[in-house]
Structures are given as C-alpha cells and as structure tokens.
C-alpha cells in the first residue's frame, strides 16, 4: 500500500514549528563563542552562533526552497518588490563599507544584517500570506512568558541559578560581583533574571506578555470558559510576581 506524502503540507509543517518554537526560545542565551577581537572576551566585539540561529537558518531555507518549488517567486516578487530592493540595496551598501576595515567581526556582522533582512522578508511573505494563526502565536508568546516567570521567581527565592546553562541562563549568586541585586533589610538579594542576561531586559519581556494577555482576554471573551478564565489569572498572578521580582522601578510603573 503506497502512502502519499504531500510535500507541501511537510514544508509548512516544518515553517510553521520552526518560527513557533523560535518565538518561544527568543528569552534563551544559548550560545556558542566562535572568535574573539580582543581579550577577554567582549559582548560586542566577539563572534557567538546562537542556538536561535539554527532555528532561523532551517526556517529561512525551507521558506526559499517553498518559494521555488511551488514557483511563489514570481508572486512574492510582485507583492514585496519594494522591500526586496531596498534590503538587498542596504546589504550591498554595508558590504561596500565593510572594505575599508575588513576583519572577521564585520564581516560576521554583515552575514548576520543579510540573515535579518532574510528574516524580515520571511516573516513579511507568512503575514501576507495569513500563514501563521495569531491564537497560536499569542498563546506561544504567553507559554514562553509563563516559562520565563516560573524560572525567574524559582531564582529569587532559591537565590541563585538553577543550573539551566544549556538555556543560556546566568550564574548567579548574591556573593558574585556584577550580579544585579537589591538590598533590602542589609540583606543583598538577587533580582530576577530568567534565561536573560539582565533583570531589566526580563521585566520588558514580562511587560510585552502582560499587555499581550490582556489583549488576548478582551478580544477572546475568556470570561465565558471559566476554566480558562482562572487559569488565565493564574498565569497573570505569575507574571506580575516574576515583574515584581525583577525590581525594576521604570518598567514596573510604565506596565502599572
């Protein structure tokens, strides 16, 4: 008995749970460091392929390989010219700057603006498209909000890291110069950092989720599932909690 495999339906299938599991993994650090400029190591002037980079790259060449195969080129074209032009004409503009200082570091850059640009025309095709379901893209977003939230009060209040490296996340400890902490009492506590590289960055994430769930809660009627109701203040208990934890004073009140 022959089973047919419809191409198609595979190559949206894999599209669609690479850029789902890429918008749930946008908190994760992982890393790999490739090369240095300078030592010790700079955030800014050192090569890192990123675990979100796979995710990225697989999604990028199954969207091109899509557009030729079932001849979309020629459509995607009309529709997004515009757009096509002026990345590719800013890539070529950045490429021609990158001349005159030649180095591995700009040019990882540039490969790396080449990869945006991708990216952005990626994303723009599945918009227009309506490709992506926007319940599923919300609900992901608030899934890796949840996630974030329950890592991050579980930090505060073992007062440390919990040994998720693999996630990218910090070392951490109240003893450890350069971690962000709060005093309260004379007593110095680490503020919560999830898998981000500071609690600042996770309380702007958190803020993002919050008013994403309160967004998702008017247009979908959740009150009448009452279920789903209080599981959805479950979630927005844990996401204010972890906001709070964080300690941080600007994004706190900008989110109140």
């Known amino acids: 008995m022959r089973i047919l495999v419809n191409k198609d339906l595979i190559l949206e299938g894999i599209e669609k749970f690479c850029f789902y599991l890429l918008l749930f993994t946008i908190p994760f650090q992982t890393r790999k460091f490739i090369w240095a400029q300078n030592w010790p190591i700079n955030e800014w002037t050192s ?4 675990g979100t980079d796979i995710l ?26 515009f757009w096509i032009i002026l990345g590719g004409l800013f890539w070529l503009w950045a490429g021609i700057s990158l001349v005159s200082h030649l180095n591995y ?43 974030q939230s329950v890592l991050a009060i579980s930090q505060f209040f073992k007062q440390s890291n919990l040994g998720l490296r693999i996630l990218g996340e910090s070392i ?13 009492g004379g007593i110095k506590l680490i503020r919560a950092y999830g898998t981000f590289p500071h609690p600042s960055i996770l309380a702007f994430f958190l803020s993002i989720i919050i008013l994403f769930s309160l967004g998702y809660l008017i247009k979908t009627h959740l009150r009448q599932t009452k279920w789903l109701f209080s599981l959805f203040w479950l979630a927005s208990s844990l996401f204010w909690l972890a906001l709070f934890l964080t300690f941080s004073r600007t994004t706190i009140i900008l989110a109140l």
Do not use: M, P
């Open 47 to 50: 090569i890192w392929f990123w």
């Open 56 to 81: 990225i790259l697989i999604l990028l060449s199954v969207w091109i390989w899509s557009l030729f195969q079932n001849k979309k080129w020629f459509s995607f074209w009309r529709s997004d010219k």
């Open 105 to 147: 570091l700009s040019f990882y850059h540039w490969l790396k603006l080449a990869e945006i640009i991708l990216f952005f025309l990626c994303l723009k095709d599945l918009a227009d498209r309506k490709f992506l379901s926007e319940k599923v893209v919300i609900l992901t977003l608030l899934t890796s909000g949840l996630f």
């Open 172 to 184: 951490l400890s109240s003893t450890l110069a350069g971690v962000a902490k709060i005093n309260l």
